[in-house]
C-alpha cells in the first residue's frame, strides 16, 4: 500500500494523507498523536522553516508533505476506545478507533507506532498477515527493553527467512526503529532517545521520526548500544528523581513546613535547577557557587556526601541497566539476583 522506504507514500496520493497507526494505543502513543495534531495547526501557516525546541530544523514544506494527518489508533478494551476518543477527538476529524482489529490498522497505514505492553510482541506482530501488512513500512518500537533485533526475529524467523541480501530485505521487510520515549511525555517535557540505525535511515524518514518526537519533548540520537542505560537515565529517571524530592521534602516536614509547600517547593526548587543546568551551567560549578564558607549548604552536602548519596545515586543507575539488558534478553526474575 506504501512504500516509505524509497520516499514515495501511494496512499497519500490516493487519499492525500499519511496514515499513522498506533498499535496498542496507551498513554505515550495518546500523547504522541497529540503532539502531532497540536502541530498541524501551527503549520498550517508555516515561516521559512520550523524549528523544535531539540535545534531539529526541517523545512516546512518537507514537513507539510510528509508529517500524518490520518491517524488508526488500535485498541482491545472499549474502556481504551473511550478514553482515546475523549482525548483526541476535539483535535482532528481524521481518527479512527479499532477494537481488536490490528491487522486492517496496519494495511491501511504508512507509519505504524507499536506501543502494545512488551510481553504482548509477539501475539501482536505473529498474527496471521501482520507481515505482510508491514511490508516495505516504516514500525517505530516505543518497546521499553525490547531491542530491533528481537522484533526482527519475531517478524522474520530464520526458518521463513534464510536470506540476507538487501534486496530481499528491501522487498519483504519492514524499516524498525527504536524510540524510547518517557513519562514526562504527558506534559510534552519527554527526554527521547531514537537508537541510530545500521544502515542510516533515509533522510526522510530520518526527518519525520525526529519531528515526530520533538512534538512530545527534546530527543537525542543514541547507538543502539547505549540504549540500556538510556533506558535506566531517562526511563527510570523521574522515578530516581522523585525519590530524591520526596527524601528533601520530608526532610523540611520535620522542621515544620506543610507538606503540600514542602512538595511544591522541592520541585521548583528542582525544575530551576535543571533549567540552569540546560542554559549550559555545570553542576559542580552550580553547586559551588551556593556553598559559601561556613554556611548551611556545605554543611547539608557534607552529610549527604558521609551517607554516599553520589555512589549510591550511581550505583542505582547502573544496577537498572544492567536490569534492563537483562530483561531485553526475555531473563525472568532479574531483580531477585545480584550482579
Not at 552550580?286 to 552536602?301: A, H
Amino acid at each position: 500500500m506504501a512504500n516509505l522506504l524509497n520516499g514515495t507514500n501511494t496512499s497519500k496520493a490516493q487519499s492525500g494523507a499519511m496514515t499513522l497507526t498506533v498499535l496498542g494505543c496507551g498513554t505515550l502513543g495518546t500523547c504522541i498523536v497529540s503532539g502531532i495534531l497540536s502541530s498541524l495547526s501551527d503549520l498550517q501557516h508555516p515561516t521559512l522553516h520550523s524549528s523544535t525546541p531539540s535545534g531539529f530544523t526541517t523545512p516546512a514544506k518537507d514537513i507539510l508533505e510528509t508529517i500524518p494527518r490520518r491517524f488508526i489508533a488500535c485498541v482491545t478494551s472499549p474502556t481504551s476506545a473511550r478514553r482515546i476518543e475523549k482525548a483526541l477527538s476535539a483535535l482532528t476529524d481524521d481518527l479512527t478507533i479499532l477494537q481488536n482489529d490490528n491487522l486492517r490498522g496496519v494495511r491501511e497505514a504508512d507509519v505504524v507506532l507499536l506501543g502494545c505492553k512488551p510481553y504482548n510482541l509477539k501475539p501482536v506482530l505473529a498474527e496471521p498477515g501482520m507481515r505482510e501488512a508491514l511490508r516495505g513500512k516504516l514500525l517505530i518500537s516505543i518497546l521499553a527493553g525490547v531491542p530491533v533485533s528481537q522484533i526482527e526475529k519475531t517478524l522474520y524467523p530464520k526458518e521463513l527467512y534464510p536470506k540476507t541480501d538487501v534486496e530481499l530485505e528491501s522487498e519483504q521487510r519492514c524499516t524498525i526503529v527504536r524510540v524510547l520515549p518517557n513519562t514526562a511525555s504527558v506534559l510534552r517535557e519527554s527526554m527521547t532517545v531514537i537508537a541510530t540505525s545500521t544502515p542510516p535511515l533515509p533522510q526522510h524518514l530520518d526527518s519525520l521520526v525526529t519531528w515526530m518526537f520533538t512534538r512530545i519533548g527534546q530527543v537525542r540520537h543514541i547507538n543502539p548500544a547505549l540504549m540500556d542505560v538510556c533506558t535506566a537515565l531517562c526511563g527510570s529517571g523521574p522515578a530516581f528523581f522523585s525519590l530524591f524530592m520526596e527524601a528533601i521534602a520530608d526532610g523540611a516536614v520535620a522542621m515544620g513546613l506543610p507538606r503540600k509547600e514542602a512538595l511544591y517547593m522541592a520541585a521548583q526548587t528542582m525544575k530551576g535547577t535543571a533549567a540552569m543546568i540546560l542554559e549550559g551551567e555545570h553542576p559542580a560549578i552550580l553547586r559551588d557557587k551556593v556553598s559559601t564558607p561556613g554556611g548551611c549548604t556545605i554543611g547539608g552536602l557534607l552529610v549527604l556526601e558521609e551517607g554516599s548519596l553520589r555512589g549510591t545515586a550511581a550505583r542505582g543507575l547502573r544496577e537498572a541497566t544492567v536490569v534492563a539488558s537483562q530483561l531485553g534478553k526475555g531473563v525472568q526474575g532479574v531483580n531477585g539476583t545480584r550482579f
